[in-house]
């Protein structure tokens, strides 16, 4: 009998215990950087402040912007700061919905797509995914110019500009519209995409523009060499 009136009483300390703990968890605002003028994109029911910072949600650009052309991007947010119940975040990442790059993808057309780390002007690292489609079938030593040239032209573009600016720049098409006036002269371009940009992992290391036009020339001087040894081939069969 006693032992049933004290299991009687620990559950209903524990049913108080959660009723209070229940009582004392408050809506937090969830705030969108300047990007997306400070809109409100969602809220979140936490006992404290401190379990919201760092937590990251994702959301549909469409649903960002009210625009039908954002319908195929998703962009992750992290939490960057709780104050005044509201969860102010930063943009982490942007990235393409895989069905989206299935349909833009067309036989007698090449793809090139390449994965490297690139820092902006305030050291942060950011892993970029581009995504390039031709016109038509290409050489391979143009493609290999044509991926060359593009991971160039973003590296040199970010060592510019700040993080936040470089994003904004992606989000809006910016970038993208700046790597295809780069590489268009290379090979006219049908699609010219950032797949996906996002924060690198610890350990990931950059490339630098000057590297990679380091390696643009080698591979210039062996196809000029190549050229010629073709030309004097030709020749001696004249």
Same mark, same amino acid.
């Given at each position: ?18 009723? *209070? ?201 062996? *196809? ?15």
């Amino acid at each position: 009998m006693a032992e049933d009136q004290e299991k009687h009483l620990l559950e209903k300390k524990r049913a108080q215990l959660a009723l *209070e703990k229940k009582r004392k968890k408050a809506w937090f605002q969830i705030v969108a950087p300047k990007l997306f003028r400070e809109q409100i994109i969602g809220e979140s029911l936490v006992g404290e402040a401190g379990e919201l910072k760092d937590r990251c949600i994702t959301s549909n650009l469409m649903a960002l912007t009210n625009d039908m052309k954002g319908q195929n991007i998703n962009i992750t947010f992290r939490l960057k700061e709780v104050k005044n119940n509201r969860a102010y975040a930063e943009v982490v990442g942007y990235k393409m919905i895989p069905t989206t790059i299935r349909r833009i993808v067309r036989r007698g057309k090449d793809k090139i797509d390449d994965s490297f780390v690139c820092k902006t002007s305030d050291g942060i690292n950011v892993r970029i995914k581009i995504l390039l489609i031709t016109r038509g079938d290409t050489k391979g030593s143009v493609i290999r110019k044509l991926r060359k040239s593009s991971i160039n032209a973003i590296c040199a573009y970010a060592k510019k500009t700040t993080y936040e600016n470089f994003m904004s720049d992606i989000v809006t098409y910016r970038l993208q519209r700046f790597l295809r006036d780069s590489v268009n002269k290379i090979y006219p371009l049908k699609n010219c995409e950032i797949r996906q940009a996002k924060i690198a992992g610890p350990g990931e290391k950059a490339i630098f523009a000057e590297e990679i036009k380091g390696e643009l020339k080698k591979e210039d001087a062996i *196809e000029e060499a190549e050229e010629e040894k073709t030309e004097d081939i030709e020749q001696e069969l004249k």
